[in-house]
């Protein structure tokens, strides 16, 4: 068993739709979870950053971590083509100077106008 | 804009010849920096763990002779990759770990070709 799941996708809605992406994991000792936005032959961005369970909001992204299910989420509300990427999540064991990151496969989303 | 410099962006050479990717904190301080590739469709997968000032820190698998990383100052760390061979081509990233804003910052990429 991987330790990060992540389906690839890829997953295409239009344009205004609400999109949930999601990962599972499997070592219980992450504690700090993100989701980045690659754009092709790009490096990734980061769009947010989470320490343990609960909610985060930012602008159109909200990001939550359930750490009882081993599982977390990025919701895009009003979703634009602008968006259309691949997302990778990726969560670590510990902050500070050790920050190692452990990345899913990403999702590749196509947002349609 | 980046905070995150690397280049080239794209490299194409000859088999046999060796590569230098560099990658350079633009804002900031990085005592630590991160070398992944990423094969097409693939996730991010880490080379190397690099340290200003000291030796860098390979995972299992991946050749410290091949990938030389050296990072000699706290605003640049650099990959070489020694007598390249097509099983190298893949797309190359960088990162850095600021430490004062407890962020992590990736480069643009560089895209290796070994014909």
């Known amino acids: 068993q991987k330790e990060v799941e992540q389906d690839p996708g890829p997953l295409s809605v239009p344009e205004g739709a609400i999109v949930s992406l999601n990962c599972t994991y499997s070592n219980s000792a992450f504690q700090y979870f993100m989701w980045y936005r690659q754009y092709s032959r790009k490096g990734p961005e980061l769009l947010m950053y989470t320490y343990s369970s609960g909610n985060k909001e930012d602008g159109r992204f909200t990001a939550q971590v359930d750490k009882s299910s081993k599982y977390i989420s990025l919701f895009i509300r009003d979703s634009q083509p602008s968006d259309s990427a691949t997302y990778l999540c990726?969560?670590?064991?510990?902050?500070?100077?050790?920050?190692?990151?452990?990345f899913g496969k990403g999702t590749l989303l196509t947002v349609n106008p | 804009g980046a905070v995150v410099s690397q280049h080239p962006s794209r490299v194409i050479c000859k088999s046999g010849t060796s590569v230098k990717i560099e990658c350079r904190s633009l804002?900031?301080?990085?005592?630590?920096m991160f070398w992944y590739r990423q094969f097409p469709k693939q996730s991010l997968m880490l080379m190397a763990t690099s340290n200003e000032g000291s030796k860098a820190t390979y995972e299992q698998g991946v050749e410290k002779d091949k990938f030389l990383i050296n990072h000699a100052s706290l605003t640049l760390s650099t990959l070489t990759v020694t007598s390249a061979h097509p099983e190298d081509s893949s797309f190359y990233i960088c990162?850095?770990?600021?430490?004062?804003?407890?962020?992590?910052?990736f480069g643009s990429g560089t895209q290796l070709s070994v014909l």
């Open positions: 804002d900031f301080q990085a005592t630590t």
């Open positions: 990726a969560m670590t064991k510990s902050g500070g100077s050790n920050y190692k990151l452990t």
């Open positions: 990162s850095a770990w600021d430490s004062l804003n407890e962020k992590l910052f």
